[in-house]
């Protein structure tokens, strides 16, 4: 079974500081593998996927199959990335589980002014 | 965008009491339809899929008489919490993939529960 692992629950920076959210998963296939975020008082949303390997409000994540990460990164934090931050893994199309997400614990990130 | 709406936002309830949430696609069609379960500020679990006009697949642990999930329309999926009791407390969230190239996943706000 797929598992997706985020280390730390908690990670607080100061505005203007990179940030480095982490994210591991175990699977035996080839994984799609997203970021969420939910903002304070807000739904679920996605931020990015790794397949069409794009930079969105500064965030970018790199899927490294050797190390099986894809962590999501910001060279400079803003207040307003406040939120909390959910890597998900879907498994591939053909793959018997299709469709479905399995989510990391989440990771609260905080940017101080 | 897609739109994924949730009715109702809270409702508390007496043990013993049925609930039921629903879970709608605003402006698209969702074959397949999620529902997760979140607890205070921990991550989401997956409890079932919901495939219109067909049953709906629990996931391992999950009690499929104690939730009961239709997916009646393209368009609504209903979750019933029967006989709640106050484990059952939480926050319940659906998705709805819109079918297509990415196969998307769009979320509801939520539903919280609170069983008395």
């Known amino acids: 079974a797929q598992r997706v692992t985020q280390p730390e629950k908690l990670l607080s920076v100061f505005k203007g500081a990179p940030v480095e959210l982490k994210c591991n998963y175990s699977?035996?296939?080839?994984?799609?593998l997203f970021w969420y975020v939910q903002y304070s008082r807000q739904r679920l949303q996605l931020l990015l996927r790794h397949i069409s390997r794009e930079s969105i409000k500064g965030f970018t994540a790199d899927l490294n199959k050797g190390e099986t990460s894809f962590h999501l990164k910001k060279p400079f934090a803003q207040e307003e990335d406040s939120a909390m931050y959910y890597c998900?893994?879907?498994?591939?199309?053909?793959?018997?589980?299709?469709?479905?997400?399995?989510f990391g614990q989440g990771t609260i990130l905080t940017v101080h002014p | 965008g897609a739109v994924v709406s949730q009715h109702p936002s809270r409702v508390i309830c007496k043990s013993g009491t049925s609930v039921k949430i629903e879970c709608r696609s605003l402006d698209f069609q969702a074959t397949t339809m999620f529902w997760y379960r979140q607890f205070p500020k921990q991550s989401l679990m997956l409890m079932a899929t919901s495939n219109e006009g067909s049953k709906a697949t629990y996931e391992q642990g999950v009690e499929k008489d104690k939730f009961l999930i239709n997916h009646a329309s393209l368009t609504l999926s209903t979750l019933t919490v029967t006989s709640a009791h106050p484990e059952d407390s939480s926050f319940y969230i659906c998705s709805a993939v819109l079918a297509g190239v990415n196969n998307e996943q769009f979320f509801g706000p939520g539903t919280r529960l609170t069983v008395l």
């Open positions: 699977y035996s296939g080839s994984p799609e």
């Open positions: 998900a893994l879907r498994v591939a199309a053909g793959g018997t589980s299709y469709g479905k997400l399995t």
